[in-house]
């Protein structure tokens, strides 16, 4: 079983690189098993079509507008992903919709898809998080590690993940 | 009567391109090309030490990352005047020639095919007939019955499962939609190889660049692969030799199928070699140095004024005064600070200033550049016209299989005038991709031939001088001729502009109101249908169309909004 975190995002723009942002911390906060594969996308589209056939599970940690306030975390899975790829709420999907529909037409698409998302604050030209975004990097990274659980791979907080 | 048209976003591409147009009697009369995010990438480098901006300039694309970090250290060794290892300048090459045939491929298939092929069509097709006319195009050994079989079942399980909208404005049944079943599905099998192609080429960007979607192997001065054939870790005749079979097996993909392709529905649909000339005067750069300070290449570059070969100007090296000192930048129509007339790059300014949609006034944020002050298309048939000119043998030979092939087809004689068109552009950029397949293979040769030598030097250090420093660094990348543009003062940078190749045909209106490559090419190109305008995306797309580092900045607030639920 393989899976895939991958990070998106612009990380010139503040917050909108907060999927990158928080799969480096993911990277840095837990030793992950060698099926669990980590990948900075940036804002990249085909280049990514590789990495993601390789994936039984699909885990996409990106910027999101709702509406919602600032640093309201979201979680889309099942029937919502395709919902959330055809309107335009994240400014990723526009590549990775045709990324997934590709890749269904050639058979390689993931079992399973699921967004972790984070609502920005900043989206000017700049490096790093807005302070309050920065502070919700710890609950994203654990809302990835509890998607992680829910695959079999349990992250114990801070510590190494073990296998399921 | 006269309807006001306007397409946004024109999808298909990366980033946000809105275009307007008035359509009367069913032609284009009036277009504007608009840039929807603002750019200010260039700010962030203010300060910094020029040898970690090509870090952030490749974050600058999410198409193009490695076009932008070696155009990046290109201008910070232009500004040293410093030297780069041979070993390094193949390697490099080798990274930038597999990233564009990997990129025209994508283009052709991906990004652009399903404006003249219908999927729904393919549906219908006969098998046998498919394989037939195939292999009387080409020797690809998988133009077999089985494998359009096998390809048609797979596209109708996808179109039953009711998926194919995601295909954004794939606009199936429009009249303009002219191939016959066995061609669709021919197209839309290739369609599904060249992904695997595509992947192929990709890989010699990976196993080269370290890493991929973002190469780390740059540095400026040379490249960070250290030669060690004995060695594991570094790059190793194992390693060289997976590179050339990758280089080999996408090579024959190149000549026997997306050439072909191009070729076959280019002449069946001729009618468009009439449309989205816009301007003629083509701007390419030279590519693929030879040498340490690339005053050689294995690619020409430089400048035809009105489509007119014979006028062609030759930009001969790194450090040509022809291309520094003729490159400026216009905002007039552009939501930035202007009154001060076109500036050039190194003076360039980034302020912001939005008006809104102004018709006569600023309507884009991308910004408009000239060459010596004059519009300028750039792209794969701006490169392959100036190769034509500067007398290139590979770019003769295959421009001239191509409009032998297409003429075959077609059953009519095709000239090189036919390239100056939204079909020519595809014609160009095919034509481009098997050079640059017989110019990788070469790269390769001359990287595993100097190393044999014993010459495994791959970086040469930089130093920054006191006080201040210019340079420039060009790239002539998939979608054309890309600069950087960098002042650097006390080692740090103190200004630094990216022109990229989507500006130069994106951009809106220019200082004295001249329209630009998009909006003139644009131009009584036929519209049947102001609510499904396929023609009009169809010449978009045959520029290759990436906003994404033209412009930046995203709101999508003023979207639907979908429901979600709070974790």
């Known amino acids: 079983m393989s899976i895939l975190v991958l990070g998106l995002g612009n990380i010139l723009l503040h917050d909108e690189g907060v999927g990158v942002h928080a799969v480096e911390a993911l990277q840095q906060r837990h030793r992950l098993p060698p099926e669990v594969s980590v990948v900075d996308g940036g804002t990249c589209g085909m ?61 390689e698409a993931p079992d399973t898809v699921t967004v972790i998302g984070c609502v920005p604050s900043d989206l000017t030209t700049g490096l790093g998080l807005s302070p309050g975004i920065a502070t919700r990097l710890d609950d994203i990274v654990s809302v990835v590690a509890a998607e992680l659980g829910r695959l079999g791979i349990p992250v114990t907080a801070g510590g190494w993940a073990v296998l399921g | 009567m006269t309807t006001r048209i306007t397409v946004d976003p024109v999808t298909r591409i990366e980033g946000h391109l809105r275009v307007d147009c008035e359509v009367d009697g069913g032609k284009v009369t009036k277009a504007w090309s608009s840039g929807q995010m603002w750019r200010g990438i260039e700010l962030i480098l203010q300060g910094r030490d020029p040898r970690d901006a090509w870090v952030f300039t490749q974050r600058i694309c999410g198409v193009c990352t490695t076009v932008h970090a070696v155009a990046s250290v290109r201008a910070v060794e232009n500004a040293l005047k410093l030297e780069v290892p041979l070993n390094a300048q193949y390697i490099r090459n080798l990274i930038i020639g597999a990233h564009s045939v990997h990129d025209h491929i994508v283009h052709f298939y991906h990004l652009s095919a399903l404006d003249w092929v219908d999927i729904v069509s393919a549906l219908k097709a006969d098998p046998k007939k498919a394989a037939t006319l195939a292999q009387s195009l080409s020797d690809w050994h998988l133009n077999s019955v089985q494998e359009f079989t096998q390809a048609q079942q797979r596209l109708a399980a996808f179109v039953e499962s009711g998926q194919l909208g995601v295909f954004g404005s794939g606009y199936w049944g429009h009249p303009a939609m002219k191939l016959p079943p066995e061609v669709n599905l021919l197209a839309a099998t290739h369609y599904l ?56 097996e996408v090579g024959d993909f190149v000549r026997q199928v997306y050439f072909v392709d191009v070729a076959a529905i280019g002449a069946l649909y001729a009618d468009w070699t009439a449309f989205g000339k816009g301007v003629t005067n083509y701007l390419s750069v030279p590519d693929l140095p030879l040498d340490g300070k690339g005053s050689k290449f294995a690619l020409p570059g430089g400048y035809i004024e009105n489509g007119d070969l014979a006028s062609f100007k030759p930009i001969s090296s790194f450090q040509d005064p022809y291309f520094e000192n003729g490159v400026k930048e216009s905002v007039k129509h552009s939501w930035y600070v202007g009154g001060k007339g076109a500036l050039h790059p190194y003076d360039g300014e980034t302020n912001p200033h939005y008006t809104d949609f102004q018709d006569d006034g600023k309507y884009s944020w991308v910004k408009s550049p000239t060459f010596n002050d004059q519009r300028a298309q ?56 098997a050079v640059l397949y017989e110019a990788l293979a070469e790269q390769w040769k001359l990287l595993v031939e100097n190393i044999s030598k014993g010459d495994f030097t791959t ?49 809106p209106r220019d200082e004295s109101d001249r329209i630009g490559p998009y909006e003139a090419a644009l131009l009584d190109n036929p519209v049947a249908d102001p609510e499904k305008p396929l ?33």
């Open chain 2, 378 to 433: 750039v792209g794969p048939l701006a490169n392959v016209l100036c190769m034509l000119a500067a007398g290139h043998e590979p770019t003769k030979r295959y421009a001239k299989l191509m409009l032998d092939t297409v003429s075959a087809v077609a059953g009519t004689p095709v000239g090189i005038g036919a390239l100056h068109s939204t079909i020519g552009r595809h014609a160009a950029r095919a034509i481009r991709g």
């Open chain 1, 47 to 107: 280049d990514l079509l590789e990495i993601i056939a390789a994936a039984r599970h699909l885990i996409v940690v990106d910027a999101v507008k709702t509406g919602a306030a600032p640093g309201t975390l979201v979680r889309l899975a099942g029937d919502q992903v395709p919902a959330f790829f055809r309107t335009r709420i994240s400014p990723h999907q526009l590549g990775l919709s045709e990324l997934l529909a590709t890749l269904t037409l050639h058979g």
């Open chain 2, 193 to 248: 190889q060249a992904l695997d192609y595509q992947r192929r080429i990709n890989k010699v960007v990976a196993i080269l660049g370290a890493k991929t979607p973002h190469i780390q192997n740059l540095a400026v001065g040379g490249v960070a692969n250290p030669i060690n054939l004995d060695s594991q870790s570094t790059l190793t005749l194992e390693k060289l030799y997976a590179v050339k079979t990758l280089i080999d």
């Open chain 2, 459 to 507: 970086f040469n250090r930089p130093t920054f001088p006191k006080g201040e420093i210019r340079g420039f660094g060009t790239h002539e990348a998939p979608r054309g001729v890309l600069s950087h543009w960098t002042v650097i003062r006390d080692g740090k940078i103190a200004n630094y502009q990216a022109v990229v190749p989507t500006t130069w045909n994106a951009g």
């Open chain 2, 535 to 567: 023609e009009v995306i169809r010449t978009l797309h045959s520029f290759d169309p990436c906003l994404a580092c033209a412009v930046h900045m995203v709101d999508t607030e003023n979207q639907e909004i979908i429901r979600v639920t709070a974790v």
